[in-house]
């Protein structure tokens, strides 16, 4: 069965350029205009993966991007036209998976669409749960409680988090993380890897500012904290 893709923008030629390629290369593609339609169209397809504009009308791409986080760990690609580095950790930071600057090539398009499946559809060897401390990481599942109580992960997240509590105490590069969590160190930089990692915290930590789960090794990266 083909994967299902939502398109998010407010152009109707560019969803037709974007629609008629990602269907030539095996996609089963929905489309929509506008933010509260894309919201919409979410929770009667439910896609694998969301192409969302950032500079919409009425709804930006961005109030999208977090309204989708509020209910979805669906993967999420901003597309944007702003090529400030910091305009794009705004869009990891509000929980996309992934960015594209504008003008951007079908090719680039779809060479980041398969690294954010790959992040969804490529588990672990492992089938059990993971326990450190408080918090249970369900491999098989791609899902993670505390206390209990289960927290919402973007499959860029979880796999930072995986890789990191699955040896804690052990220091990772940025560049490391890159490869092994986010597989595209030649489109992202390692500033995006503080991003996601931020996010994670909020989620995760008492007190982000204090993390006693991921923990900063400055000069370096970071690592998990041993809470067995």
Request: net charge negative; hydrophobic share 40%.
């Amino acid at each position: 069965m083909a994967e299902t893709i939502l398109l998010v923008d407010d152009e109707a030629k560019v969803l037709h350029i974007m629609s008629s390629f990602l269907k030539s290369e095996g996609f089963e593609i929905v489309t929509a205009q506008t933010g509260i339609e894309a919201l919409s169209k979410i929770k009667e397809v439910n896609p694998v993966l969301v192409v969302l504009d950032w500079m919409m009308p009425n709804m930006s791409g961005l109030d999208v991007c977090r309204e989708i986080r509020k209910v979805s760990n669906v993967g999420i690609i901003i597309v944007t036209a702003k090529s400030d580095e910091m305009d794009k950790i705004v869009g990891l930071e509000v929980g996309a998976d992934d960015y594209i600057t504008k003008p951007f090539s079908l090719r680039e398009l779809l060479a980041r669409i398969r690294s954010v499946l790959r992040r969804i559809t490529k588990h672990p060897s492992m089938e059990e749960n993971l326990e450190r401390g408080d918090i249970t990481i369900s491999i098989s599942q791609y899902r993670v409680w505390r206390q209990g109580k289960e927290i919402m992960m973007t499959p860029t997240e979880f796999k930072l988090l995986f890789n990191l509590a699955e040896k804690p105490g052990i220091v990772y590069s940025r560049l490391q993380l890159l490869k092994a969590a986010l597989e595209d160190d030649l489109f992202n930089v390692e500033r995006t890897v503080d991003a996601h990692i931020s996010r994670l915290r909020k989620k995760l930590e008492d007190d982000p500012s204090n993390p006693k789960y991921i923990q900063t090794v400055y000069g370096f990266g970071y690592r998990f904290g041993d809470q067995q």
